[in-house]
């Protein structure tokens, strides 16, 4: 049977299934110390982590259930190295960070959050097109190497491996790390903000009026709310994903641009950019490339078929990199938006900058680089 949704649900625990669509419709105290916006993992991590230092009493209200944006459809890869390719210093510091952190949430979460720790294996056709990258942290194989560890490969192909990655399924960190919040309430959406002077004293949602000390919005892309002006520039990118039938190749983590093994022997494939894309709905033409360039590359796979398939929108801003700040022009309103595609790995060292930045108003350092005054005099408003 193919599923048009994530495979993520399916493999929760029923108790898991519930967290995501807990308090619906209630909110249980509308006076809290802290509100968080948006329960995706951004929203979910920065809860978590401002409840366990200490910061009061902490809402988190979702419009829908907890990750129904982007968070629910993500692949759920955890690849900090890799982005020594592509992007710059201080994004690739806060992703080793956040891994980093990962780990350390495993450890001690109770019950963990549902790390799985991965190798990741680049191939290429061509040794040199896997740019000079003088990380220790990557090892590089020759094609022999490489069909020793990933037999059946149509091509010969070389590739640069790199131990101790991670992966999760998005909804069970979700479901583990709100399990430990006091108060959730899914089914409820903010409307608009009254601003006094220089701080929100009223968030307005569709269950009533929030009197909160303080908020933080993590709402994918930046709220769209009554009385909140907000100058940050915005777009949304596509991306299909699917999982194939329990598959009888075995590959020896995340090999790029393969696939990654899930636990029961299925394939996770994909990941599109489909810019320009603004319909919601799962197309079958991206399917049918993603299989076909599955088949080319691993031949054994062929006959496969979609168990599940699905697409969701990555939050983005133009630099393609995150904000994390504190609002301009207001005291206790802070915002994190633009996670683009690496939110879910992101998320913890997110919350901690966050949760340290409300805990002592003090900017930590690891959030300098985060900030929306990068998007000043652009006079981009939204898209
Ligand atoms: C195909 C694909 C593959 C991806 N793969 C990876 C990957 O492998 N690794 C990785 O790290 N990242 C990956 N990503 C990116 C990742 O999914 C996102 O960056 C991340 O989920 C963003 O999390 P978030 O909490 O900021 O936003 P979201 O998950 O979108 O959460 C925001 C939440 O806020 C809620 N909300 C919005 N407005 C309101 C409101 N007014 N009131 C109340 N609630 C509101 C929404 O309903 C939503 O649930 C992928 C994304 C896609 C699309």
Redesign the pocket.
């Known amino acids: 049977m193919l599923v048009e949704s994530a495979i993520w649900r399916d493999q929760l625990t029923p108790a898991e299934r519930a967290e995501l669509v807990r308090g619906a419709g209630r909110i249980a105290d509308p006076h809290p110390d802290l509100l968080v ?8 991590a920065t809860a978590a982590a401002c409840h366990q230092a200490g910061l009061g009493s902490v809402l988190l ?4 259930r ?14 900090p190295e890799i982005h020594e390719w592509s992007d710059p210093e201080p994004f690739v510091d806060l992703a080793r960070a956040s891994l980093h952190r990962w780990a350390e949430l495993e450890e001690t979460w109770p019950g963990g959050i549902g790390l799985v720790d991965v190798d990741w294996i680049g191939l290429s056709p061509d040794p040199g097109d896997l740019a000079p990258h003088q990380s220790p942290a990557v090892e590089w194989l020759d094609t022999g190497q490489v069909a020793e560890l990933i037999p059946g490969l149509a091509l010969p192909m070389a590739g640069a491996l790199i131990h101790h990655q991670g992966r999760v399924n ?1 909804l069970r960190s979700l479901a583990r790390l709100s399990a430990a919040l006091p108060a959730v309430a899914t089914g ?4 608009g903000v009254v601003i006094r002077g220089d701080r929100v004293v009223t968030v307005e ?1 569709t269950a009533g009026d929030i009197s909160p000390g303080a908020v933080v919005f ?4 930046p ?3 009554d009385g909140l002006d907000l100058d940050v520039p915005w777009e949304r ?5 699917l999982v194939t039938e329990p598959a009888p190749v075995r590959l020896p983590g995340i090999v790029a641009p393969v696939a990654t093994q899930l636990e029961d022997g299925r394939l996770l494939v ?3 950019f489909d810019t320009g894309d603004e319909s919601p709905v799962v197309r079958d033409d991206v399917i049918e490339g993603i299989l076909a360039g599955l088949y080319a590359t691993l031949p054994e796979a062929r006959g496969l078929r979609a168990a599940y398939r699905w ?5 983005r801003h133009p630099d393609g990199l995150p904000v994390i700040d504190r609002i301009p022009g207001l005291g206790n309103a802070w915002l ?2 633009g ?9 913890p060292v997110t919350a901690q900058a966050l949760a340290r930045w409300i805990g002592s108003d003090e900017p930590p350092a690891e959030a300098a680089a985060w900030s929306t005054e990068r998007f000043a005099g652009r006079g981009l408003s939204g898209r």
């Open positions: 916006v948006g329960g995706g993992i951004a929203g979910v209200i979702e419009a829908g907890l990750g129904s944006g982007a968070t629910g459809g993500a692949a759920g890869l955890l690849t998005p409820v959406a903010a409307t949602t993590a709402t994918g892309l709220p769209v709310l990118v596509k991306g299909h994903l994909g990941g599109t697409c969701c929108f990555r939050p994190t938006s996670h683009y595609r690496t939110g879910i790995l992101l998320a």
